[in-house]
């Protein structure tokens, strides 16, 4: 089809170069009746000379063109080329040959439909009203100037892990074959075709960093785990839907419609300070794994480890290395923000470090970890408690846990920024813990697309 119209363009331009322009009466008029041989031998006479092409007009005022047929006789169908300037802005399906059944309403037709909102349609739906209560998002990726104390939020008090108590947290996920278990014992396993890609993308990490992924199989062989390709088969892991995997590394927004709905949030660890250092005879380091989930999607974060730290001071984070929930943008926890900490105090740098970054990357990989079926917030959650678990079991490290929510209606305030208090707790009850403790200071900020 499309080579035939190049072929019309082409003719119709050379009829209208030979006819010398748009004036010319041979450019209006191809009738080119004749009498001689019609009338001598009855037939019917040529209405136009074959295969020379005439401008016709289209339905809703387009240019097209229409060619003699071969017998002289008529002239074909008007081949339609496009849509004058005169034609209605927002076309039709005469003049734009576009379906008109199993598409999405089109902006402007004067119905707000499912899939349109004040943002994106506002022909439609009408203006947004504006959030006056939360900032523009224009710009908000960098954090304000914070100086407001979120106190309410400072009953957080991370405690220490007993190897009894780390051992127990596995052994319970292996029995119980929690579904983030069954991720992670896939990713042990060979592949298998149609295997989430999630879990793919572990298995990269766990091939990448073979001494902790050896520490972790011993682990979980202890907690009663065995071939791992047995599990899998007795407890297959499940599997995101098709859906969420075509959406896989949409940022999330949240819904606009309303004002102040939704608004977006990021959370960061902005600085660790050390407050308690007694008689160790070394400064240590921390580093700490944390897990942020909302109601659609979950975020893993694995901050840098500190330098040494002796009693009184501090250590900032850049904004990249410390953002635990927006990593990709702001994002709707559309629901309450739920946070899991996971802290290790450390004389050396351990062998986990990159793995645990790996699964990071892997799940942002596999699209910021988000999908309709839930599971892969298991998936996260198991990493982020069952990796600092094996290393507190396999090593020395001191391990130290907490879990936070954030309620839903505190997010829009959160907005304007504030921070608040994570603290090593124990340290000054708890003789056979390390006497070293720290605070972590966690600061929030957020915005609205409808914000001013």
Not at 7 to 34: K, N, Q, R, W, Y
Not at 152 to 180: C, H, Y
Not at 204 to 224: E, I, K, S, V, Y
Not at 312 to 335: R, S, T, Y
Request: glycine content about 10%.
């Amino acid at each position: 089809m499309h080579s035939h119209r190049l072929s019309l363009l082409v003719g119709f331009a050379f009829v209208t170069a030979c006819a010398g322009g748009e004036d010319d009466p041979a450019m209006t008029s191809f009738d080119i009746t004749t009498t001689g041989p019609a009338e001598e031998t009855g037939e019917p006479p040529m209405m136009c000379l074959p295969g020379v092409q005439s401008p016709c007009e289209c339905p809703g005022g387009g240019d097209g063109l229409q060619v003699c047929e071969p017998d002289g006789l008529a002239l074909s169908e008007c081949e339609c080329i496009g849509v004058s300037d005169s034609a209605d802005s927002t076309g039709s399906a005469e003049t734009t040959g576009e379906p008109t059944t199993g598409e999405p309403d089109p902006c402007g037709d004067l119905t707000c439909a499912d899939d349109e909102t004040c943002n994106t349609c506002p022909e439609d739906c009408g203006e947004c009203v504006p959030c006056t209560s939360a900032p523009s998002c224009e710009g908000a990726q960098i954090p304000p100037v914070i100086d407001t104390h979120a106190d309410a939020l400072d009953d957080i008090v991370m405690m220490n892990v007993s190897p009894e108590e780390a051992f127990a947290t596995i052994v319970a996920q292996v029995q119980e074959a929690r579904p983030g278990m069954r991720v992670l014992v896939a990713a042990l396993a060979e592949p298998v075709e149609g295997e989430d890609p999630f879990v793919a993308q572990v298995r990269a990490a766990f091939a990448a960093n073979p001494a902790p992924t050896a520490a972790l199989r011993r682990q979980l062989a202890q907690a009663g785990l065995g071939d791992a390709r047995t599990y899998r088969q007795a407890f297959p892991e499940p599997r995101r839907s098709p859906a969420a995997l075509a959406d896989q590394g949409a940022v999330q927004h949240g819904g606009l419609e309303q004002p102040c709905e939704n608004p977006r949030l990021r959370v960061r660890v902005a600085q660790v300070t050390v407050v308690e250092d007694y008689d160790d005879t070394t400064d240590d380091a921390i580093y700490c794994l944390i897990t942020s989930e909302g109601t659609e999607t979950s975020e893993l974060r694995l901050t840098p480890v500190t330098p040494a730290l002796d009693q009184g001071a501090n250590h900032e984070f850049a904004l990249g290395e410390g953002i635990v929930w927006g990593q990709m943008d702001l994002a709707a926890p559309k629901g309450n923000l739920a946070l899991t900490y996971n802290c290790i105090e450390s004389d050396d740098l351990t062998i986990y470090n990159g793995l645990i970054e790996a699964i990071g990357d892997a799940a942002e990989m596999a699209g910021g970890v988000a999908g309709d079926s839930g599971w892969v917030f298991d998936a996260v959650g198991v990493i982020s408690n069952l990796l600092p678990s094996v290393l507190a079991l396999d090593g020395d490290d001191q391990l130290f846990n907490a879990q936070q929510i954030i309620p839903e209606d505190q997010h829009l305030a959160l907005t304007q920024g504030a921070y608040w208090i994570v603290e090593r707790g124990e340290y000054d009850t708890c003789l056979v813990c390390s006497d070293w403790g720290w605070q972590l200071r966690m600061e929030i900020w957020g915005c609205h697309d409808n914000g001013q």
